[in-house]
């Protein structure tokens, strides 16, 4: 679902969507009359690095418990198929 906000609220908090990673519905007289979708930054070097981080972090932790990556994307789609 969409947020959707009127035009004088989007303009007084347009840094607020801006940052926001959700596109938002912009209306005038409870009509929308636009998008507005905000495009993601590129991730500087601390984002990168923390990522690769929490990668290392879950390869260890699936060796750890003698899990291979096929084994856990076939738990992850039979999970996903039964909550469908």
Known sequence: ?????????????????IDSAEAIAVSRHGQTV????????????ADVEAFMAAALKVENLLSEHGIDEEEMMQEFKRLRKHKA
């Open 1 to 17: 679902m969409v947020e959707k906000v009127g035009v004088r609220e989007f303009r007084n908090n347009i840094g607020k969507y």
């Open 34 to 45: 636009g998008y507005f979708v905000p495009v993601r930054k590129k991730p500087d070097k």
